[in-house]
């Protein structure tokens, strides 16, 4: 048992932490989220030299083998400065889904074009009438001679509008709430009948909403076996939980480091606010949930990688009910504690609490994970 | 980063599960799984199974007695014996008085006392508290007089949990009254027997005496029973509460009672259906599992830090907090678990005599008690609130 770093995953911690302090001071993470593409093209493939983009694909495809831990390292590091390059679509979900259940041709024809940069992916799971049920699939893929039609909603599909492949899931037979009878399906971003509504979110990121019309696909576009899907999709989303976690962790430490200096040097009443008792113990509660979050990411990524499925399952959704939980105090109390100053769109504080909004409802809120683990536990 | 266990860690949980199967007295068990107090005898006689089998002292090393297991083993000890709801040894003698004498004691003390400890010869109860200073603690006013070979104390500790089995007390006094308040203070063992010490039972919210008051009237301690220097006391007490955090925060207790919460709930109704169907019951008890579960990993990270060589500060603090909280949140569902069989309570004393059990299903005998007692855990060891104004000071810089 041990939860210390190795040396070469101490230079990847390193690596990432040197990319974000030279990349994204506050002010060029605010530039950033307002360009029209709301991430750089440069940075990513600045990430594709660095090797980040292959970090969990196997050595076999040219990646570099690393398992949940490097991911959760690189996230949290990420998570520090509010990275915005789509790492989490592409690589860990997109990238993820394809390397769990694609076919050879479609493992070559993607993975290294991902590695190298080339490649974007997003995952379009979630529905109008889902909430954070993955088996809750509306969206209908229809056998039409040798390949399939897709119609149906997929809702707030994350980096979808920079996609060149999106990933759909969708049903090739049973009821909409059935866990079998999902199916993947590996769909270009200019298929005709595919249309999308695309957004911003609080979090300084880009989203869409997508209608699938007759959208017609090759059976080469179906993603491992049909109807299969959702234990892939579990599989999956297990692992960008524990990314998102990770995220989480790196963004609760600096939002609890801006918040203190910020109590150490604001004065009222002739006295820097954190010398009050009542601040004192705030911080001492955001400090708390921060390390306390930090060690359930850390036993996510290592349980991710044992055998016993009950066992991993219930790690995800205590986890996510920690953090999410976590995520939110620190977010509101660090807003206010900056009183007013926390308000302005310009201190960097508002961001951070954004980003943890977001991440407490990604996946599966605090509540879901709490049914989710009682369900588990029982 | 790793969580696996090795081949050799099953191998070693599966020695501990054997040795509690077959060397925990039934009877011991069963009052530690109902939280309610130790027997004098039954602890005793726990402990000098345990210190047969070389398992007295996880914490120590090796050289005084310890077992030298890593940090695994050590999870996997203490998962067991919660699992198992077997007591852990009484913590004054091997967990805080202990490690101030190997690490500060002279060779005599530590010759003297720590066979001692390990084969429970001796009962050991802490002399920190006054009625003046609790959290404030530096400020206290026992005070030694030095005449010849021997101190001479005067005043009185109070809140000294099972002072009335103790043969020995550690206690801090003040030998030098001029000095800046931590700078006078001394560190001395002190024989129960002594005389002129005076123990008064306190009687506690749970009805039961565990607390008392111990009053010093001219009691003569010889200079060799101090530990370390005169007037440097402070250093060693703080060494010493630093140690009980780590400890205190329970967590393979606290994961029985999850346990017991469960057995309850599925003997006991609620709107017609078991009460582990219950819906608020389930997000209670579920919310506290997985706080308990990020105690429970804060602690490996914390002690993988330390096996790894890196210094903590303030962050046991933290353990105790969370500990206290959850330990708190258990037994308060656990009464509740119980109905209207939470109210009738009477302290067990008032048993002795009487041939009847107490009122109500097997068990409802111990939550309640538990649950009174349990409300000192936030307020003992340091209060929660002082816990959070050191983490303030000392990680936080604030």
């Known amino acids: ?378 | 980063m790793d969580l696996s266990f090795s081949k050799e860690d099953l191998a070693f949980r599966d020695e501990v599960r054997e040795f509690l199967a077959t060397s925990l007295p039934a009877d011991v068990k069963d009052r530690c799984d109902r939280g309610l107090h130790p027997t004098k005898e039954g602890q005793i006689r726990w402990q000098k199974i345990l210190n047969e089998k070389g398992w007295m002292a996880p914490n120590w090393p090796k050289e005084y007695g310890g077992t030298g297991w890593t940090i695994t083993q050590k999870y996997i000890a203490a998962h067991e014996f919660g699992h198992a709801a077997a007591p852990i040894a009484l913590p004054f003698g091997v967990s805080m008085v202990g490690p101030v004498i190997y690490t500060f004691g002279n060779q005599e003390q530590k010759d003297k006392y720590l066979p001692r400890i390990l084969n429970s010869d001796d009962w050991w109860c802490q002399g920190y508290s006054e009625p003046g200073s609790g959290s404030d603690l530096a400020s206290l006013q026992t005070r030694a007089v030095r005449d010849g070979d021997h101190y001479v104390v005067n005043g009185q500790k109070i809140w000294t949990s099972f002072a009335q089995n103790a043969d020995m007390i550690f206690c801090l006094v003040r030998t030098d009254s001029n000095a800046k308040q931590q700078e006078g203070i001394s560190f001395l063992l002190i024989d129960m027997k002594t005389p002129g010490i005076t123990v008064k039972p306190i009687i506690g919210l749970d009805k039961e005496h565990s607390l008392n008051e111990v009053f010093f009237d001219d009691v003569r301690v010889p200079v060799e029973n101090r530990i370390g220097e005169e007037n440097k006391g402070w250093t060693y007490a703080k060494f010493l509460l630093g140690n009980e955090r780590t400890g205190i925060a329970r967590v393979a207790r606290s994961k029985r009672q999850v346990e017991r919460l469960r057995e309850i709930a599925s003997l006991e109704r609620s709107g017609g259906r078991s009460l582990a169907e219950d819906q608020d019951f389930i997000n209670k008890l579920t919310r506290i599992e997985v706080d308990l579960m990020s105690l429970e990993y804060t602690e490996l990270r914390y002690l993988s830090m330390i096996a790894n060589g890196k210094e903590l500060t303030a962050e046991p603090s933290l353990l105790k907090i969370k500990g206290t909280e959850i330990q708190q949140r258990l037994t308060s569902l656990l009464v509740e678990s119980l109905g209207m069989y939470g109210a009738p309570y009477e302290a067990e004393r008032a048993y002795a005599g009487r041939n009847e059990a107490p009122v109500g299903p097997d068990y409802a005998h111990g939550p309640m008690a538990e649950h009174l007692y349990l409300r000192a855990a936030t307020i003992y060891g340091g209060s929660n609130e002082i816990q959070r104004n050191i983490v303030s000071k000392m990680v936080l810089g604030l």
């Not at chain 1, 036993?299 to 009910?321: F, N, P, Q, T």
Request: proline share 2%; charged share 25%; glycine share 10%.
């Open chain 1, 1 to 378: 048992m041990d939860f210390e770093l190795s040396d070469e995953q101490n230079m990847l911690k390193d690596s990432v932490e040197r990319f974000v302090k030279d990349n994204y001071s506050p002010e060029a993470r605010a530039k950033l989220a307002d360009t029209e593409l709301g991430f750089s093209k440069d940075h990513w493939k600045k990430m594709a030299e660095l090797g980040w983009l292959g970090l969990p694909f196997s050595e076999e495809v040219g990646g570099f083998g690393g398992t949940a831990v490097e991911t959760a390292i690189m996230m949290e590091n990420m998570g520090s400065g509010l990275v915005l390059e789509p790492f989490l679509s592409t690589v860990v979900m997109g990238g993820g889904l394809v390397a769990e259940a694609g076919s050879q041709s479609q493992i070559e024809a993607i993975i290294p074009e991902v590695i190298e940069g080339n490649m974007m992916l997003a995952f379009a799971y979630a529905e109008p009438q889902s909430r954070f049920d993955l088996n809750d699939v509306e969206t209908r893929a229809a056998k039409s001679g040798d390949g399939y039609v897709l119609n149906g909603h997929k809702s707030v599909v994350y980096h979808a509008a920079t996609a060149d492949k999106i990933i759909v899931s969708a049903r090739t037979r049973g009821g909409s709430r059935d866990e079998d009878g999902i199916s993947l399906f590996i769909v270009d971003n200019d298929t005709s009948g595919l249309s999308r509504r695309d957004y911003r979110t609080i979090d300084g990121q880009r989203a869409s909403d997508i209608k699938l019309e007759d959208v017609k696909v090759g059976s080469d576009a179906l993603l491992g076996q049909e109807g299969k899907g959702l234990p892939v999709m579990r599989s999956v989303v297990d692992r960008t939980i524990a990314a998102l976690c990770a995220e989480a962790v790196g963004a609760m430490r600096t939002a609890n480091n801006i918040t203190n200096e910020y109590i150490k040097e604001r004065k009222q009443f002739g006295t820097p606010i954190g010398k009050f008792q009542v601040l004192q113990h705030r911080m001492v509660d955001m400090y708390m949930e921060a390390e306390q979050s930090k060690s359930m990411s850390d036993m996510l990524a290592m349980k991710l990688e044992l055998d016993d499925e009950g066992e991993r399952r219930k790690a995800v959704s205590a986890a996510k009910a920690q953090i999410g939980q976590a995520s939110k105090f620190i977010g509101e109390q660090s807003i206010q504690l900056h009183g007013g100053m926390g308000m302005t769109d310009e201190y960097s504080i508002g961001h951070y609490f954004k980003r943890l909004t977001t991440i407490e409802m990604l996946f599966g809120n605090t509540d879901y994970h709490f049914k989710q683990y009682a369900a588990l536990a029982s």
